[in-house]
Each structure stands twice: as structure tokens, then as C-alpha cells.
């Protein structure tokens, strides 16, 4: 799976980046929810290339069959991630996911049928029965706090579960230990060339 987060410019249109600001990763300077679209598309995201919309991840993810994690990162993300997804026909290929449970419970809401995984920056008894109440069908953990007892919980709710983000591989194979459903990292080379050997 690809993983990518979404935010609205001030001018609502949906854009990816992992930042809320885009001064880490651009040349610019300023709040992605404070520009607009056209002044964001100047800025030089690295060797010439532009911050990419939402849209152009999805075509590309759609062309290649890959599934996709869109976590909805920005405030009032839902609906415009949700109707871009719809308008490539993707519902079944796309996930939502956000740390924010209300924008998981919006995208219910707004589809029933849409994919959604609750993420939680440390693992506790909290966590499967936050996932449940908003209809996630993912709870997405630290991989620091995973634990084989929430393992085996959120198995037991049948919700598929996700460690994020080991990137050594001395992390990595401890997180593959526990028996996870799913692995994000920001080293899927370290990760791929693990599961190889180990396989």
C-alpha cells in the first residue's frame, strides 16, 4: 500500500502533504490552510517539482492498481477526499485513516461502505473500543506501545491492525514479531529485504 496525507488549501482545494506547514518541505514558508492553491503550486517542493494534489496521487495509485492510505490530516478533509475517491471510482482501493476519530466518523457517515482505520499515537485498552464506535475496520498503532494483548484484542474485534512507523530494522523485526496485520515505514527497502529473508 502507498500512504499519503491529505490538507485543504484556503481555497478548498485538496493537496498532499505530511506537514500542516510547508516550510520543511518546500521552499516556501506559511500554513498549507492560510494559502491558496495557486500560491502553493509555485513553490519548488524539491528539484522542480510542485506539491501534488490529491487528485494526481489518486491516478496514479488508480493506474497501477496500488491501494492507497489517505490519512485525512487537515481540518475539513472528509467530504473533498471522500468525493475525489468516489469520482475515480477507487472506494474499494482507498482507505481513510486520521487520528482525528471525528473526520473517521464523518466519512461513515458520508459512506458507508468507505474503508476507515483509526490511528492512535500510543497503544492502551482504549484503542480497539475508539476504533469500533466511529465504524473503523483498521486500528493503526505506535509501533513503541504495540503490545501482543492489543494484538490479539483487536483481532478478536475483528479489526485488522496496522504498526506504524518502525524504520530501523532492529525496530522493524521486533514489530513483525508481534504479528501485525500491517507494517507502515517510512524504509519499506529495509522492511521488503527483512520479510525476504525471513521468509
Same mark, same amino acid.
Given at each position: ?7 485543504? /488549501?484556503? *481555497?478548498?482545494? =485538496?493537496? @498532499?502533504? #505530511?506537514?500542516?506547514? &510547508? ?6 514558508? +506559511? $500554513? ?20 501534488? /494534489?490529491? *487528485?494526481?496521487? =489518486?491516478? @496514479?495509485? #488508480?493506474?497501477?492498481? &496500488? ?6 490530516? +487537515? $481540518? ?20 481513510? /485513516? ?102
Amino acid at each position: 500500500m502507498l500512504e499519503c496525507d491529505v490538507h485543504l /488549501t484556503r *481555497d478548498r482545494r =485538496l493537496v @498532499v502533504m #505530511h506537514d500542516e506547514r &510547508v516550510d520543511r518541505t518546500t521552499n516556501g514558508s +506559511g $500554513a498549507i490552510a492560510e494559502m491558496s492553491f495557486a500560491d502553493l503550486r509555485r513553490l519548488d517542493a524539491g528539484r522542480g517539482e510542485r506539491v501534488p /494534489t490529491a *487528485d494526481e496521487v =489518486l491516478e @496514479v495509485a #488508480h493506474a497501477a492498481g &496500488v491501494p492507497l492510505l489517505v490519512e485525512l490530516k +487537515g $481540518a475539513g478533509t472528509p467530504e473533498p477526499a471522500l468525493e475525489a475517491v468516489r469520482a475515480r471510482g477507487m472506494l474499494e482501493q482507498v482507505t481513510f /485513516t486520521s487520528f482525528a476519530l471525528e473526520r473517521i466518523a464523518e466519512v461513515r457517515r458520508l459512506e458507508p461502505r468507505a474503508r476507515t482505520g483509526a490511528i492512535f499515537g500510543r497503544g492502551g485498552p482504549e484503542c480497539v473500543p475508539a476504533a469500533l464506535s466511529v465504524g473503523a475496520a483498521a486500528v493503526c498503532i505506535q509501533f513503541r506501545t504495540l503490545t501482543p494483548a492489543l494484538v490479539e484484542e483487536a483481532r478478536a474485534a475483528g479489526l485488522e491492525l496496522r504498526a506504524w512507523n518502525p524504520d530501523t530494522e532492529e525496530d522493524q523485526q521486533a514489530t513483525v514479531a508481534l504479528g501485525p496485520d500491517g507494517v507502515s515505514t517510512n524504509r519499506p527497502d529495509r522492511l521488503l529485504a527483512l520479510l525476504h529473508r525471513t521468509r
